[in-house]
């Protein structure tokens, strides 16, 4: 019997290099088909989303370069470590993004992975833009800002 308790919503992995990268339009939750030991890996921690990114194919959306470390229990059944997996959205949603991304040249990125309070993991997916070295700067200058703010205020 496992506890419900420790199925609270936790966010396992951020990509935080997306922030840095990107310019965020819209955020989706996304449910992901998992193979073996893949779930069991992730609840050990052992993922990786820096260089992962969506696409779409044939109106389903996969993530590619994400990365799920082995898992050491696991038998010859165990899993591909960079494997595509197809990410799980409704048809309205994906003809949206597909419409959108088409139109302004928009990436779709993974930002979050974590479990729901059911145990099942998901994964956030960011419809994004990506930043020129200018806006980089900036945002590097407004980071600074804030930190230098919050160090004077006590």
């Known amino acids: 019997m496992t506890d419900k308790k420790n199925f609270s919503a936790?966010?396992?992995?951020?990509?935080?290099?997306a922030r840095y990268e990107y310019e965020w339009l819209d955020t989706y939750i996304t449910g992901?088909?998992?193979?073996?030991?893949?779930?069991k890996a992730i609840r050990l921690n052992k993922v990786n989303l820096q260089e992962s990114y969506c696409y779409i194919h044939r109106n389903e959306v996969f993530v590619r370069g994400l990365h799920i470390?082995?898992?050491?229990?696991?038998?010859h059944?165990?899993?591909?470590?960079?494997?595509e997996r197809k990410l799980l959205l409704k048809k309205q949603e994906i003809a949206k993004?597909?419409?959108r991304m088409e139109e302004k040249g928009l990436t779709l990125i993974p930002t979050k992975l974590f479990l729901n309070s059911r145990g099942?993991?998901?994964?956030?997916?960011?419809l994004?833009?990506?930043k020129k070295i200018h806006d980089k700067r900036d945002s590097i200058k407004d980071k600074?800002?804030?930190?230098?703010l919050s160090k004077m205020k006590f």
């Open 144 to 148: 600074d800002m804030k930190r230098e």
């Open 97 to 99: 993004i597909k419409k």
């Open 10 to 17: 936790s966010i396992l992995v951020k990509n935080k290099k």
């Open 69 to 75: 470390g082995q898992y050491e229990l696991g038998t």
């Open 32 to 39: 992901i088909v998992l193979q073996g030991t893949e779930i």
């Open 128 to 130: 994004a833009k990506g």
């Open 120 to 126: 099942l993991a998901k994964l956030e997916v960011a």
């Open 77 to 83: 059944y165990n899993h591909e470590e960079k494997r």
